[in-house]
């Protein structure tokens, strides 16, 4: 049941959030903001159409705040993004995938809206430990959100790959 929820709440995610970018035609944004990541050992980073949102769960749950962090790589080929919902509020601190009754998705779209698409989610792959993420929020303002997070790895439910995404961190424009 919960792969299911975190299924479909991540083809929700990707089909409200991504189908957006194909619009956008702005350029880099400033470097005071980014999205900064190891991904198999490789720093990423990311500058360019950033996204972070924080408000109620409207209309769906107007009682459940929710975390979106939407990060396109620059090249806009691949997209991380993260969602973290609970009831009530969702302050500065310390956020894992394994606490209950937190909704946590971590979703890295490869090749996104290609053919070849490729979407790793959290989901424990045969043979491994369980796939787990933690997200930090250390700031949050009017205008940006700071934090960083870590895992081990993400899971591909079709193609059965994975990859490892660890010791991000972010400054992110903050949405209305």
Not at 47 to 53: F, P, V
Not at 107 to 136: C, H, L, M, R
Not at 139 to 162: A, C, P, Q, R
Request: aromatic content about 12%; charged content about 15%; proline content about 6%.
């Amino acid at each position: 049941m919960k792969i299911l929820l975190t299924l479909s709440l991540a083809i929700a995610f990707s089909l409200i959030f991504f189908s957006c970018k194909k619009h956008h035609t702005e350029g880099p944004a400033s470097n005071d903001h980014y999205v900064r990541y190891k991904m198999n050992g490789t720093l990423v980073t990311n500058t360019r159409l950033n996204y972070a949102w924080l408000k109620p769960n409207a209309p769906t749950n107007p009682s459940q705040i929710m975390f979106m962090l939407v990060s396109n790589s620059n090249d806009l080929k691949d997209v991380l993004g993260f969602t973290i919902q609970r009831n009530g509020s969702l302050p500065v601190g310390t956020y894992n995938s394994w606490d209950d009754p937190v909704h946590f998705i971590v979703d890295y779209f490869q090749d996104n809206t290609a053919p070849n698409e490729k979407d790793f989610t959290i989901g424990n792959a045969p043979g491994n430990p369980a796939s787990t993420f933690t997200i930090v929020l250390t700031s949050i303002t009017s205008t940006e959100i700071k934090g960083t997070f870590t895992g081990n790895y993400l899971y591909d439910y079709v193609g059965h790959g994975t990859i490892s995404i660890t010791e991000g961190e972010f400054c992110v424009k903050r949405n209305p």
